[in-house]
């Protein structure tokens, strides 16, 4: 029985060195981008579970998709993800479509030829984002002059949108899944709610109490 043991471990082990020797280098990178999603949201958010057999992209848009304008303000800067995105006001809470730009130090909130906020990694406080299976995040800024206030955006791809943010940052520690409500910053020392909630059917809209209500 002991030498039979043996006999399947080494076995074993020469089967995982030939499987981890026949990986192309594009996916070692899935796997390990796939071991960070596990981290962060495995038990915690809905959607999860059907998320492991899709595969993630290197990007959603090409460099050459986003404006010229916009490229020659990020200029110098290694363009590693870029994906489109509704961002909601922090005051009125209105829907606008921009794109997520992630540079290799920095995250731009975009809109055709203009950067409406650039969030350098080195400062980022946090990424919240439900249990539930909506698509609502909230990238957590510091309480500045150069921001406005957190950002409120809603991705399709969110596993993939926040593994390669936490990934790029290295602030896998930042990211909390929560239940019920999350407090985000407005701007001025003020503060807004967000409610998540189950539904009939998906939506995004304030409530006659001024929240931002996540169905």
């Known amino acids: ?17 030939k499987y981890c020797r026949g990986l192309t280098a594009e996916r070692k990178v899935q796997l390990q981008q796939k071991v960070v999603t596990s981290a962060v ?21 090409k460099e050459n998709d986003l404006n010229p304008k916009v490229l020659q303000l990020i200029r110098g800067e290694n363009i590693k ?25 920095s995250a731009y909130v975009v809109e055709m030829a203009k950067i409406k906020q650039k969030i350098e990694y080195s400062t980022l406080k946090g990424i919240s984002t439900s249990n539930l299976s909506d698509g609502i995040v909230v990238i957590h800024v510091p309480e ?41 910053r407005v701007g001025s020392g003020k503060e807004g709610t967000m409610v998540f909630t189950v539904g009939p059917e998906p939506q995004v809209f304030k409530d006659k109490t001024g929240q931002l209500t996540v169905v």
């Open 1 to 17: 029985m002991q030498t039979s043991e043996m006999l399947r471990k080494i076995c074993m082990r020469n089967l995982v060195r």
């Open 41 to 61: 949201f495995s038990g915690k958010k809905e959607g999860y579970l059907e998320s492991l057999s899709q595969p993630f992209l290197e990007t959603r848009l």
């Open 81 to 105: 993800y870029v994906t489109p995105v509704i961002k909601y006001d922090r005051n009125g809470f209105k829907a606008r479509e921009r794109l997520l730009v992630l540079t290799q130090s």
């Open 144 to 184: 500045d002059n150069k921001q406005k206030g957190d950002v409120i955006l809603q991705c399709e791809h969110i596993f993939e949108m926040v593994t390669k943010l936490c990934i790029l940052a290295n602030k896998q520690s930042l990211v909390k899944v929560v239940k019920g409500s999350l407090r985000f």
